[in-house]
């Protein structure tokens, strides 16, 4: 068993998790505002979402998955969704 503690095999995954995420985000900026703090992804289409933890799958995968989302920042990323709560409503 390569980790004796399930605890520090863990710690190691989201160390790993994060290390790529940050990694891809390197040179990208909100597709709104141009930042480039807090970047977030945003499923262009939440129909053809598959899951949110891309960054654990092969790079193929992640690449295909990744073409459906923009990035923005945070603030961005929040009032794109309340909009689009907002229009479901009268749609």
Known sequence: MPYADIRVQRQFQREW???RRRAWFVGKACAVCGTHQQLH????????????????????RRDAELAKCEVLCRSCHVRTHVIMRHLQRYY
């Open 41 to 60: 992804l945003h499923h262009k289409n939440p129909e053809t979402k598959c899951s949110h933890k891309v960054f654990s799958w092969r790079r193929t």
């Open 17 to 19: 998790h994060a290390a």
